[in-house]
Each structure stands twice: as structure tokens, then as C-alpha cells.
Nanobody
Framework: QVQLVESGGGVVQAGGSLRLSCSASGSVHTIRAMGWFRQAPGKTRRQRELVAIVRDDDGTVYGDSVKGRFLVSRDDAAHTVDLQMHNLTPEDTADYYC??????????????WGKGTLVTVSS
């Protein structure tokens, strides 16, 4: 089991910057990927959008809508993943969820989610 705690959401004006942080605890030695997804207002959990993720296998992947504006950083010693967001637009308004992929005792990948932190970008 992996537990996740997010911080850093809030209200920011368009064009501004914000930093999100996520800290993992529990079975951190089984983590294979850490990153962020977001769920825009009116969207369902199934419609969560990849923001950025850092995977052991194939490195860092960004969602198309955030490339060049957001930077994800993963610290395996501290078991954290941060998301630095620049040049925010109202379309970035969403609940941001920390996501971790970790292997369970049977060797299967399991997804773990934080509770989410709200980012609101005003125009």
C-alpha cells in the first residue's frame, strides 16, 4: 500500500505560476512511476487527463496541453513528485491528482491516487 499527500493548490491569475507537491509513504520501495493527472470541472474520473508522469521504464511523459509550460520532478530519495506550472490559463482549472504506480505483493501494477488538490485559474 502507498499513501499520497498532495499540497500546493489554490487560486492564481492567468499567466501566473503554481507549484504542486506530492509525498508518498508506505511501500515506497515498490513504486514504478509517479506523476500527476487532472480532472476538469464536469468531467468524470474516467476522463482524468494525464498532466505528467515519470516512469522507471520510459522516463517522463507530458500531456500535450501542458508541454512547454509544466515541469515535473521526481525525487526517489524523498519519495516525492512535484509539478511546477507556468503560464497558467483558465483551461488549466481542475482538480489535480497525484498518481503512483506500484507493484503489489503478487507482482501486479497498482494505481494509487491522492485526494486531489484544486487549482483555479482566473481570467
Amino acid at each position: 500500500q502507498v499513501q499520497l499527500v498532495e499540497s500546493g493548490g489554490g487560486v492564481v491569475q492567468a499567466g501566473g505560476s503554481l507549484r504542486l507537491s506530492c509525498s508518498a509513504s508506505g511501500s515506497v520501495h515498490t513504486i514504478r512511476a509517479m506523476g500527476w493527472f487532472r480532472q476538469a470541472p464536469g468531467k468524470t474520473r474516467r476522463q482524468r487527463e494525464l498532466v505528467a508522469i515519470v516512469r522507471d521504464d520510459d522516463g517522463t511523459v507530458y500531456g500535450d496541453s501542458v508541454k512547454g509550460r509544466f515541469l515535473v520532478s521526481r525525487d526517489d530519495a524523498a519519495h516525492t513528485v512535484d509539478l511546477q506550472m507556468h503560464n497558467l490559463t483558465p483551461e488549466d482549472t481542475a482538480d489535480y491528482y497525484c498518481n503512483v504506480v506500484a507493484k503489489n505483493q503478487a507482482g501486479y501494477d497498482m494505481n494509487y491516487w491522492g485526494k486531489g488538490t484544486l487549482v483555479t485559474v482566473s481570467s
